[in-house]
């Protein structure tokens, strides 16, 4: 069961007006949860809207009726049945803080995993390239106006989820949310860990990871302890990445418990908050760096920003501790390298 994280997300959400567009067929098949899910956003305080194509004849009156009935707070789009769906909900004249697609199924890729987070720029670039993104092939015109609406600074969000059991609650208020996303302006910030429900964040970011057998667990207490020395990446204010700063003499500091949560994966979000982390302790005075980690997706980061694979005779007590895990080094020490971080 994802976690969910309802003040720290409320927050980011209020003010804000969510819109969910469903088909018919879709609506119909999932009515009880897409209500469900929608009077738990006006139970956190979040104007909706909901668009619907569903024909505005007398066997639908009753639906149309309990629809009215059980979200009187919500307000109702109705595209008229012969219109291309997307094409109406895409084109509607009002700024839209945050869309969501309820489809059949998830927006996956060829090799049939769901795809977390996109930019237009990589979506565009995929598809113009035989859509090798994509693998929902009726969804790929459609991803084309997405792009176009959200470049013409009239949405900031769209999201494409399937429809079905609290949905569009774990999309919202968890870490990894459970459909794919779709924006530009995400604002990065990198910072110490301030409050208990970052510390909460983090430990569920990284039990992920000790799941995956590349971390050495650490608890909450070890982490409410220890603080001071874990650094967050926040995107849109919501934290998807950590670091831990673990000092190991005058001029050299550790990247322990690097992890980024999965649905920020691809995004990135490595080579920011690395790349933050060493200009941020930089200006505290160290100038090397390492980090001792099996995962190989670190492994091909670290790579890519200039670390080498090696265990310099200094670091051969660190190393003991963590026998037969490669360890990654960079030394920052000439005007021209660390100006890159300033």
Not at 64 to 88: C, M, Q
Request: proline share 3%.
């Amino acid at each position: 069961m994802p976690q969910l994280y309802l003040d720290e997300y409320a927050r980011h959400l209020a003010g804000r007006r969510v819109c969910i567009a469903c088909r018919e067929g879709i609506l119909r098949d999932h009515f009880g949860e897409i209500v469900a899910d929608i009077k738990f956003l006006m139970r956190m305080n979040v104007a909706t809207s909901l668009f619907h194509n569903l024909p505005n004849r007398f066997a639908n009156q009753k639906l149309l009726t309990e629809l009215e009935k059980k979200l009187p707070a919500t307000n109702f789009v109705r595209v008229a049945p012969e219109l291309d769906f997307y094409e109406a909900v895409l084109s509607h004249p009002d700024s839209i803080d945050k869309l969501i697609f309820l489809e059949r199924r998830y927006l996956m890729d060829r090799q049939g995993k769901k795809i977390n987070a996109l930019t237009t720029g990589r979506v565009l670039e995929s598809l113009a390239h035989f859509g090798d993104l994509i693998g929902n092939v009726n969804f790929k015109d459609a991803m084309k106006r997405i792009c176009a609406k959200i470049e013409a600074g009239t949405c900031d969000r769209v999201h494409i989820l399937p429809a079905g059991k609290d949905t569009i609650k774990h999309e919202l208020f968890t870490v990894e949310g459970s459909g794919t996303m779709i924006a530009n302006n995400f604002i990065e910030e990198f910072r110490q860990v301030h409050t208990d429900e970052e510390v909460a964040i983090v430990f569920r970011i990284l039990t992920s990871y000790k799941r995956a057998g590349f971390l050495k667990p650490r608890s909450k207490e070890y982490l409410n302890r220890n603080r001071e020395h874990f650094f967050i990446t926040a995107i849109d204010g919501i934290v998807v990445g950590c670091v831990e700063q673990k000092v190991i003499d005058a001029q050299t500091v550790e990247l322990g418990a690097l992890a980024i949560s999965t649905r920020f994966l691809k995004q990135r979000v490595g080579v920011y908050t690395v790349n933050a982390f060493i200009r941020t302790m930089l200006a505290l005075g160290y100038r090397r760096f390492i980090s001792l980690t099996g995962n190989p997706r670190l492994q091909t980061l670290f790579k890519q920003l200039d670390f080498v694979e090696e265990s310099p005779s200094e670091y051969s007590r660190r190393q003991s501790e963590s026998p037969g895990v490669p360890m990654f080094y960079k030394a920052v020490e000439d005007t021209d390298e660390t100006s890159r971080y300033i």
